[in-house]
């Protein structure tokens, strides 16, 4: 069996790219695994869409679809939920909260519902060959770190199992060793996965950087990339 899996992250509504990322990797959502590493919503410019096509890949794939919380989504679930408080809807519209808002604002599916429907979504995915998480790990059993570590860590000193993550924007993707070496991940190269360490997957495709998505066959995997087309002001 050679599976494919296909790890993309911090959409922030960048739906354009992620539609021609996914093309450029080849997806087939009738056999490939699909991992969202989070940050999902919040300062782009298709929030809605984004949502509709990844809870329509959800519906269709189950199980090979994987969606993981990033502090964006935890952030909409703190200030959306029925215990809300002030601070925590503060905390989100200074992180662009209202950008999601608003976004959903003139769709049928309102953002209660997609509230429902990211509760289900785990903080942490694990293969044997290597862990996802939307932002960091200190511990490489995920079990041990805290949902802080987990959605808003910003540690380059993991040297424990592979994590793929996402979060903290590099302007190509690295695969970061932990003893502070680094390496740039050139698109189209096809690489051996190394069993530890951490894979930043993030290019700032909301700030006008790019679009990467990484794609995982047995112990190789290559990474590739699109432009953004955000014109930030
Ligand atoms: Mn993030």
Redesign the pocket.
């Known amino acids: 069996m050679s599976e494919r899996i296909v790890i993309i992250t ?1 959409l922030h509504g960048c739906y354009d790219e992620c539609v021609s990322l996914l093309e450029k990797l080849r997806f087939d959502k009738a056999r490939d695994t699909l991992v969202n590493l ?2 999902t919503i919040d300062r782009g410019p298709k929030i809605y869409e984004v949502f509709e096509f990844l809870r329509g890949l959800k519906e269709e794939m189950g199980d090979r679809c994987i969606l993981l919380r ?3 989504e935890q952030m909409m679930l703190d200030a959306t939920g029925p215990e809300r408080t002030s601070r925590e809807k503060k905390h989100w519209y200074i992180n662009s909260g209202e950008k999601t808002v608003y976004a959903f604002i003139n769709h049928k599916h309102r953002i209660q519902e997609f509230r429902e429907w990211y509760l289900d979504m785990p903080f942490y995915w694990e293969d044997p060959r290597f862990t996802c998480v ?2 960091s790990l200190t511990d490489e059993d995920p079990a041990k770190n805290t949902i802080e570590t987990m ?1 808003w860590g910003r540690t380059t000193e993991y040297q424990g199992k592979l994590i793929m993550t ?2 903290t924007p590099y302007k190509t993707a690295l695969y970061i060793k932990g003893d502070g070496s680094f390496g740039y991940l050139e698109d189209d190269h096809r690489y051996n996965l190394e069993p530890t360490g951490m894979m930043a997957l993030d290019t700032g495709c909301v700030f006008g950087n790019r679009l990467t998505g990484i794609v995982v066959e047995e112990d190789t995997f290559y990474v590739a990339s699109v432009p953004s087309t955000v014109v930030r002001s």
């Open positions: 911090d989070g940050d990033g502090n964006h939307h932002a959605i996402g979060h």
